[in-house]
């Protein structure tokens, strides 16, 4: 399989809190959530969380290989917390947390798992891409943010919105997100495909997935167009131009995208 990553941080001098990285049979997107407080909680951050769930996931897939992909980032999610469970508040509401998603080539399947709000596309030869992402959060969140709007930051009803949001993360009922709790792996989405039936494939975090899913300036089909001629960044700079135009904050922008799939 051949991966072509990039990750680009949201403004110069910031750090990324995204990562991916990839095996030659695996890829994996790490979105991580930025909190303002986290550094009170946690004195490796949003970024290390980031990475070492990453780089804890790389390192499963081939041990051994026919163990699901929910399975192995519950294991990823239990070793990153055991590695700063003495040192930090993992359990809090703003400790470190992650989007996730996942790409594997096993015995002439490409497995996929997403969890939060992350996208994973997969570029079929006969048919539309198959879009999988977990529309969870932006339904959950969406009131709240709304409501973040109207009220002064910092104050105590900006704090009493911000509680609520939170307090639906990791639960039933509200969304599910990389965190402390391994049991929030078993709420991934999953699923696999024959790799013949495939020409690529292509791992988002939202802040690069949003060309197609905030600003609706283009489809998925031309996403993957344009990843096959330019790569991911070229996609990456189209939202950077959209985010100045619309005044809209930047993200992290992270893309892997894989071609090749049937070649490990």
Do not use: Q
């Amino acid at each position: 399989m051949r991966v072509v990553m990039t990750s680009v941080p949201a403004r110069t001098g910031r750090t990324n809190e995204d990562f991916t990285g990839a095996v030659p049979a695996a890829a994996v997107l790490i979105d991580g959530a930025g909190i303002p407080g986290t550094e009170s909680i946690c004195r490796h951050g949003v970024a290390w969380d980031a990475g070492h769930l990453g780089g804890s996931l790389l390192g499963l897939p081939a041990r051994p290989p026919d163990r699901a992909l929910s399975a192995l980032l519950a294991e990823a999610i239990d070793r990153v917390t055991d590695a700063h469970r003495d040192t930090c508040d993992v359990a809090s509401s703003i400790s470190p947390s992650a989007a996730v998603a996942v790409l594997r080539v096993l015995d002439g399947l490409v497995e996929y798992l997403v969890l939060g709000d992350s996208v994973l596309v997969l570029d079929r030869a006969d048919g539309a891409p198959l879009v999988v992402s977990d529309p969870r959060e932006e339904i959950v969140c969406e009131p709240y943010r709304s409501a973040l709007k109207g009220v002064t930051e910092g104050g105590e009803e900006y704090r009493r919105v911000l509680r609520g949001l939170r307090s639906n993360r990791n639960r039933p009922g509200g969304f599910w997100v990389a965190k402390d709790d391994p049991r929030a792996a078993d709420e991934a989405l999953t699923g696999s495909c024959p790799v013949p039936g495939l020409t690529g494939a292509a791992l988002l975090s939202n802040g690069a997935s949003r060309r197609v899913d905030l600003f609706g300036l283009a489809d998925w089909p031309e996403v993957l167009t344009v990843l096959a001629s330019g790569g991911p960044a070229e996609i990456v700079a189209r939202v950077r131009r959209a985010e100045s135009r619309r005044a809209v904050a930047a993200d992290d922008a992270t893309i892997a995208y894989c071609t090749d799939l049937g070649e490990t």
